[in-house]
């Protein structure tokens, strides 16, 4: 019997099996009725059948192996993709969505194999067959990793946004009990709070605008025209109030005033320094220099301390990346390694670029702020 015969025949017994495979991945499994083990186990089957009854040539039997059939523009999901969504949200993992195609493409062959005795299978239809359960696999996983990032994006950006309103009161509660002139261990105790909504405040933005970034939102600018004289210092200010035990000096020369986002800019010299501070030498001064000429005004944010390994500065503006000192544990400061990453997207977003250079004497980055988007273009 012709293997596509054989499914459509033996449909219930090899569903069965498929519905008895998928109770055992645990724990997403537990508790599910039948119907919901089996979703769409029969409809992928049908398709796999028809598709072994349908001639393919060699071109097109080559890109299903590889999990890339061609498909009509306007087709509908599959019944293999609408299989990865529901599983998706069952909450299996990706290992367990594969092994289900790994236990049907085992049982379906052994069951058409004892079926075909003493006959031997036609070599041809495993040939295809194989390759149907690799199309529809592809299907599966791309599907379930959309969904899996989606549900990710949606998770962080509430948290995002829930956690603004009660960091918003710590802050506004630490500034009060500041304001009070209570004493000194009051002082100490707002101080160390202020400095903790801080961080907070910079780790949750970073995190939203990464959220935005993979959404394909990208970073959101408003440009005006803006002193960055004034936003730099401001921001700096900001920080030494933070970091009052760390020495920031900023150095201005030439014409500063420009249309651009001044908040997006305060955040992006805001990350520098905060970084500059975390890995720099901390005896030494993290030093701000702020130069414009016609066509641009650039940014350069040094500290001295130790030099940035190639390998580590080669992907330094990456997402995700964090300095040696997390992998040995000696960095406290709770870094989610993304700061550096939103900083080139705020340069990016302003049509302007950033690089970064580092040596035994100092760690420098350096951002260029075209004064207009037609002279970037």
């Not at 089996?38 to 097109?60: G, W």
């Not at 935005?212 to 401001?234: E, K, M, Q, S």
């Not at 933070?242 to 020369?253: A, C, K, T």
Request: net charge negative; aromatic share 4%.
């Amino acid at each position: 019997m012709r293997l596509a015969d054989f499914i459509l025949g033996n449909m219930e017994s090899i569903v069965a099996q498929w519905e008895a495979f998928a109770a055992t991945l645990l724990p997403a499994a537990a508790g599910m009725e039948s119907l919901a083990l089996r979703d769409d186990a029969q409809q992928i089957l049908e398709a796999v059948a028809k598709d072994l009854r349908n001639s393919q040539t060699r071109e097109a039997q080559h890109e299903k192996s590889l999990g890339r059939a061609a498909r009509p523009a306007d087709a509908s999901e599959t019944a293999a993709e609408m299989h990865a969504i529901l599983r998706a949200r069952g909450g299996f993992n990706i290992r367990q969505l594969a092994a289900e195609y790994r236990a049907l493409r085992a049982s379906v062959l052994r069951l058409w194999m004892d079926d075909c005795q003493p006959d031997a299978p036609h070599l041809d239809d495993v040939i295809r067959f194989d390759e149907a359960i690799d199309q529809a696999l592809a299907e599966s996983v791309d599907h379930f990793s959309e969904q899996v990032d989606q549900a990710r994006s949606l998770l962080l950006g509430m948290l995002g946004h829930d956690m603004r309103s009660p960091l918003q009161t710590i802050q506004v509660t630490a500034s009060y009990l500041a304001a009070l002139n209570a004493g000194e261990r009051v002082s100490d105790a707002a101080g160390r709070l202020i400095r903790s909504g801080a961080r907070m405040q910079s780790l949750l933005d970073d995190l939203c605008d990464f959220n935005r970034i993979r959404l394909g939102l990208g970073i959101n600018v408003t440009p005006t025209n803006v002193d960055l004289a004034d936003v730099f210092t401001d921001e700096l200010d900001r920080l030494r109030a933070v970091h009052p035990d760390r020495q920031i000096e900023m150095e201005l020369q030439g014409n500063p005033q420009g249309v651009w986002d001044g908040p997006r800019l305060q955040q992006l010299l805001g990350n520098l320094v905060l970084n500059a501070l975390r890995y720099g030498a901390p005896n030494a001064a993290v030093r701000v220099a702020v130069t414009g000429d016609e066509a641009e005004v650039r940014l350069e944010v040094r500290n001295s301390g130790p030099a940035i390994e190639g390998s580590l500065l080669d992907h330094i503006f990456d997402p995700l990346q964090r300095g040696p000192d997390h992998e040995n544990g000696r960095d406290g400061n709770g870094s989610l390694g993304l700061g550096l990453y939103i900083v080139s997207e705020i340069a990016k977003a302003h049509h302007g670029t950033i690089e970064a250079r580092s040596d035994q004497t100092e760690t420098a980055f350096t951002v260029r702020l075209p004064r207009s988007t037609e002279r970037s273009k």
